[in-house]
């Protein structure tokens, strides 16, 4: 089985003065089943989501996190200049 791996660069912005570290947030959204990843390029697309009932490995170092279910993994690797403006 080859192996392949993506990277790519998300920007989020807004008009507001609350802010908080952009892996604090995307912690947020992945220790919830309610919400799905996806990333795509023509022709392929890579999806990660679970169900509420399964089993869920989720690790956050500095600026990285990962999720591991017996089905699928994420990992999701910030620039140190990555922030959100609003949540």
Excluded at 29 to 53: K, P, T
Excluded at 57 to 66: G, K, R, T, V, Y
Aim: with cysteine; net charge neutral.
């Amino acid at each position: 089985m080859k192996r392949i791996s993506a990277c790519t660069a998300i920007t989020i912005t807004a008009m507001t003065t609350k802010t908080m570290p952009a892996i604090t947030l995307l912690e947020k959204h992945i220790r919830s089943a309610e919400h799905s990843w996806s990333i795509g390029v023509s022709g392929a697309i890579a999806e990660f989501m679970y169900e509420q009932d399964e089993q869920i490995d989720i690790n956050m170092e500095s600026a990285q996190l990962s999720a591991v279910t017996p089905r699928g993994a994420l990992t999701i690797k910030l620039p140190f200049w990555a922030i959100v403006c609003r949540s």
